[in-house]
Structures are given as structure tokens and as C-alpha cells.
């Protein structure tokens, strides 16, 4: 499943932020937030690809854009079909939600008792409805745009006063896909020429937060430990000095992290200065040893990091 700028930021962040930093613990949340969302993302992509789709359909997951005034969409599933078009907006809130639709409060009250409000899922599935028409206008495409709003976690309990609300649990898909057939005519809509249109729209936002470099932890990290313990390099081997670990590749997940908190280049210093490494010789061999694409020429060399360098590991 396609993940967000923000989903693999984050996650990099969580296992390099210094520990004593201010925002150490709103990040660890943020990451099981995120986490969560992307559990119900993939419990409702099960769900989805279990239903009989009556005629074409397609499923766009995570699509993300920014509208003509510059403000950014993320939608958790847009069910496009020759009927219509739906907007799923997934939620995975625990406890017991309400809703006050007079003042479009959202609220829920966890198991410990703390009622909190949240971001009202209805208006922001809402704003993506008006969106979406708008464009689908736009490009004299006719079909009706739809929206739900759908709880993956089947411990919550929705409150009465959730009733006449757009709001199901995970389990009634099928059925309300069901009831949206009934309830609508095929069109002559091109499916393919819509899909298109709003790739075309469509892009990959930046992550929600940026961490200067300095509140990042260096060093290669031990996977084993959980990334809590700094890895030494030997002839060619990082090596664990609290569980013994030995490897040659862990060198590319400090890249990769290092290329999504920090910077898609890196030069000779940098690295050195990034994994520990002291000598400007052997950090050229192990560059090269990565194959990284230099570029630049004499004191403005740099290599580039690649973005698939998790994939290159031996
Ligand atoms: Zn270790």
C-alpha cells in the first residue's frame, strides 16, 4: 500500500530523535497515530477487495493533492464506479464517540473516562466532497460524489447521537455499497479517463513536521536493540557493542533515514561525522563500496542517496 511523505518521516523520526528532546513523547504519538491509521486503511482495502464490485470500479487509496487555493486533501479512498463516486474517510478512534451536529462537535470519551473533542470527520469528508465536484465540474465529468465515514475499530461504541450521521462501522460496507447501487444509474462516464484526470491531480505532500538536524541522534543504529544502541565499523563490518550484532548492510537504514530527515545528499564530511567514522579514506571506500552517484568536483564533491537504497542492501 502507498504510504505518505509524512508516514515514512515519522518514522524515520521516532527512532532518532533524542530521547530528552521537548517533542520526544508528541512524536511517539504521532507515529502510533499514524500507525493506526494506516491499520484501518489496510482493514478497509481487505473489506473492499472481498465485495463484488457490480460493474468497473476503482479504488484510489491515500490519494493526495493540493487544490487550486494551495490547501492540501488527503483521502483515505476514493471508490470511483460508474454510478458514483465515493469518499471513504477512515477512522480508528477508540472509546465511545459523539457528535453535536448543531455545532459539528465530534467527541469522544475514552474507556478511562477523558472526553476530548476531535477534528469533526463529516466536515473534513465534506470539504473533500466539495472539492472533488468542484473539479469533477471542472472537467464537465457527471456523476454524484458521495461520502462516508467509516470506524475500522470494532471496539468503539457510536453513541445515538451519531443516528442520522454518515457513519458506519467497517463490517456495514458492503451493505451500504450495496444500497448506493440500488440507488443510482449507470452512467456513460469514462472510468478511465476520470482515473486519469485525478492522478493527474493528484501528488505526494511533504511530511507535517520538520526536526532540525541537531535534535537527531547519529550513528548507524543496532536493529536488534531497537535501535538504541550505536554500531562501530571494522574492516568493512558494523558492529554492535552492546549485543555483538554484525552486519555489513546496516549502514543503509542509517542512509535512508539520514536521506529523509536530513538531506537526499551527503558529502564525505557528513558521513563521517553521521556514522562515526573518523577516517576520510575509509569513509571514500565505503562510498564507493555503496555505489552512491558522485557528483560536483573537487572540495564541492557530494553523492547522491537514492530512494530505493533499502532495496540495494546486499
Ligand atoms: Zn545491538
Given at each position: 500500500m502507498h504510504k505518505s511523505e509524512n508516514y515514512y518521516y515519522m518514522e524515520a523520526l521516532v527512532s532518532r530523535l533524542l530521547a530528552d528532546d521537548v517533542d520526544f513523547i508528541k512524536v511517539q504519538e504521532k507515529y502510533y497515530r499514524i500507525l493506526a491509521g494506516i491499520s484501518g486503511e489496510e482493514k478497509l482495502h481487505r473489506v473492499l477487495a472481498d465485495y463484488h464490485f457490480k460493474d468497473d470500479a476503482t479504488i484510489l487509496y491515500n490519494f493526495e493533492c493540493v487544490n487550486e487555493k494551495g490547501f492540501s486533501h488527503?483521502?483515505?479512498a476514493i471508490v470511483l464506479t460508474t454510478r458514483f463516486l465515493l469518499i471513504i474517510e477512515v477512522k480508528q478512534i477508540s472509546g465511545t464517540l459523539f457528535y453535536k451536529p448543531l455545532f459539528h462537535e465530534f467527541a469522544r470519551l475514552t474507556e478511562e473516562g477523558v472526553l476530548e473533542n476531535f477534528p469533526n470527520p463529516f466536515d473534513q469528508a465534506f470539504r473533500h466532497?466539495?472539492?472533488?465536484?468542484h473539479q469533477l465540474s471542472k472537467w464537465s465529468i457527471q456523476l454524484p460524489v458521495l461520502y462516508i465515514v467509516?470506524?475500522?475499530n470494532i471496539r468503539t461504541k457510536l453513541?445515538?447521537?451519531l443516528n442520522n450521521s454518515p457513519i458506519i462501522h467497517l463490517s456495514g460496507m458492503p451493505l451500504f455499497l450495496e444500497k448506493l447501487y440500488a440507488n443510482h444509474h449507470e452512467t456513460s462516464v469514462d472510468l478511465e479517463h476520470l482515473k486519469n484526470k485525478l492522478k493527474s491531480?493528484?501528488?505526494?505532500?511533504p511530511p507535517k513536521m520538520k526536526v532540525e538536524s541537531h535534535r537527531l541522534r547519529k550513528g548507524v543504529l543496532c536493529v536488534k536493540c531497537q535501535f538504541q544502541n550505536v554500531m562501530y565499523y571494522h574492516f568493512g563490518l558494523w558492529i554492535c557493542s552492546q549485543c555483538g550484532e554484525k552486519n555489513k548492510d546496516a549502514i543503509y537504514l542509517a542512509l535512508h533515514q539520514y536521506r529523509i530527515l536530513i538531506n537526499d545528499r551527503i558529502t564525505n564530511r557528513e558521513?563521517?561525522?553521521f556514522v562515526g567514522i573518523e577516517s576520510k579514506a575509509v569513509a571514500s571506500k565505503l562510498l564507493k563500496r555503496l555505489k552512491l552517484k558522485q557528483l560536483g568536483s573537487g572540495r564541492g564533491v557530494y553523492y547522491l542517496i537514492p530512494d530505493d537504497i533499502l532495496e540495494r542492501r546486499i
Open positions: 488527503e483521502i483515505d466532497q466539495l472539492f472533488l465536484s467509516v470506524n475500522a453513541d445515538q447521537s491531480l493528484s501528488c505526494r505532500l558521513l563521517r561525522e
